[in-house]
């Protein structure tokens, strides 16, 4: 079997037996890509390809001036490839079992103030050409930081699932898995009035023959809902009137703005791993130390006895 066979079947059994998502599937396939042109260069493929063929390709992604990140993203690509080659018979032992990668460097998340997530939701509620723009804006960003929600979730999030003032939200998240997060009634209120909106924007379109859309925030576009990428532009534009530096924000630094302010104001660390959907406890520990490093940097702005020559103490 080719090595463009090998990476097509792996996807394949990805989407159907774990669920992958799109995105994930498409990660998988451009690291898998770039190790398949390696060894092809090499003269190499992945059935003949040895542990020193892996390693001499790590090296050269290193030499190439990839980051650890990304070495350590295309080893667990390549370890998962042949895990199910060995599973599947395509080879009967694992080359790369014993490799062990660079790791990854543990970066703290970018997060937000209070004060700053307060004029982002201020500047939501006053940009757009339109009223409807204005109501599906507030609404997307109260949505946001009422949930922590994956920005993925949240633009595909059906209309269904907003139905009937819930006071409770079903997302669907990574690998199928649901699960149900609270509503804040600021979320609730937006929300009541961006429903409005919409179906009343939904039933004009149905008059010109056109079909329901099933999405809360749907568009002409081909996905039928708002891309991820065009909220991306929209929360800049947020950013930018509500005096908020626009390189500190993004979809996701509100989901890391919503764990970090909920840890700081008492909630319980599993609680918050629930709502954001994270698989293991393990990944929301972060914010621990997102709020460790805060009120250090607190105590160094705040506190008298805090001298220049004090700081490497604390």
């Known amino acids: 079997m080719s090595g463009a066979r090998w990476i097509s079947a792996f996807l394949e059994a990805m989407a159907a037996e774990r669920g992958a998502s799109a995105n994930t599937l498409a990660a998988y396939e451009r690291d898998l890509d770039d190790i398949h042109r390696w060894l092809t260069d090499a003269q190499r493929d992945f059935d003949?390809?040895?542990?020193?063929?892996?390693?001499?390709?790590?090296?050269?992604?290193?030499?190439?001036?990839?980051?650890?990140?990304?070495?350590?993203?295309?080893?667990?690509?390549?370890?998962?490839?042949?895990?199910?080659?060995?599973?599947?018979?395509?080879?009967?032992?694992?080359?790369?079992?014993?490799?062990?990668?660079?790791?990854?460097?543990?970066?703290?998340?970018?997060?937000?103030?209070?004060?700053?997530?307060?004029?982002?939701?201020?500047?939501?509620?006053?940009?757009?050409?339109?009223?409807?723009?204005?109501?599906?804006?507030?609404?997307?960003?109260?949505?946001?930081?009422?949930?922590?929600?994956?920005?993925?979730?949240?633009?595909?999030?059906?209309?269904?699932?907003?139905?009937?003032?819930?006071?409770?939200?079903?997302i669907g998240g990574k690998g199928g898995k649901e699960r149900l997060v609270p509503l804040s009634p600021p979320a609730r209120a937006a929300l009541s009035l961006w429903l409005t909106e919409r179906d009343a924007a939904d039933a004009q379109a149905q008059d010109k023959g056109l079909p329901a859309s099933p999405y809360l925030f749907p568009s002409r576009g081909k996905s039928g809902h708002l891309t991820r990428h065009a909220f991306y532009n929209l929360i800049?534009?947020?950013?930018?009137?509500?005096?908020?530096?626009?390189?500190?924000?993004?979809?996701?630094?509100?989901?890391?703005?919503?764990?970090?302010?909920?840890?700081?104001?008492?909630?319980?660390?599993?609680?918050?791993?629930?709502?954001?959907?994270?698989?293991?406890?393990?990944?929301?520990?972060?914010?621990?130390?997102?709020?460790?490093?805060?009120?250090?940097?607190l105590v160094l702005e705040h506190h008298p006895m805090a001298q220049d020559e004090g700081k490497g103490d604390l």
Do not use: W
């Open 48 to 170: 003949s390809a040895d542990r020193d063929d892996i390693e001499s390709y790590l090296v050269d992604c290193d030499t190439r001036g990839l980051s650890r990140a990304t070495r350590a993203r295309r080893l667990s690509a390549v370890k998962q490839l042949y895990r199910f080659a060995f599973e599947e018979g395509l080879r009967t032992d694992n080359p790369v079992v014993q490799i062990s990668g660079p790791g990854r460097e543990k970066r703290l998340p970018k997060t937000l103030s209070p004060e700053e997530v307060d004029r982002l939701l201020e500047a939501a509620t006053q940009h757009g050409r339109s009223q409807a723009d204005k109501l599906r804006n507030t609404c997307l960003m109260q949505l946001l930081y009422a949930t922590g929600m994956r920005v993925s979730e949240l633009v595909s999030l059906p209309v269904a699932a907003a139905r009937g003032d819930p006071r409770m939200l079903l």
């Open 236 to 297: 800049k534009g947020f950013a930018l009137e509500g005096h908020v530096d626009p390189d500190k924000v993004t979809p996701h630094t509100l989901r890391h703005a919503f764990a970090t302010h909920l840890l700081a104001n008492g909630a319980d660390l599993r609680a918050i791993q629930t709502l954001l959907g994270h698989a293991d406890v393990a990944t929301t520990e972060i914010y621990t130390h997102v709020l460790e490093a805060r009120l250090r940097e």
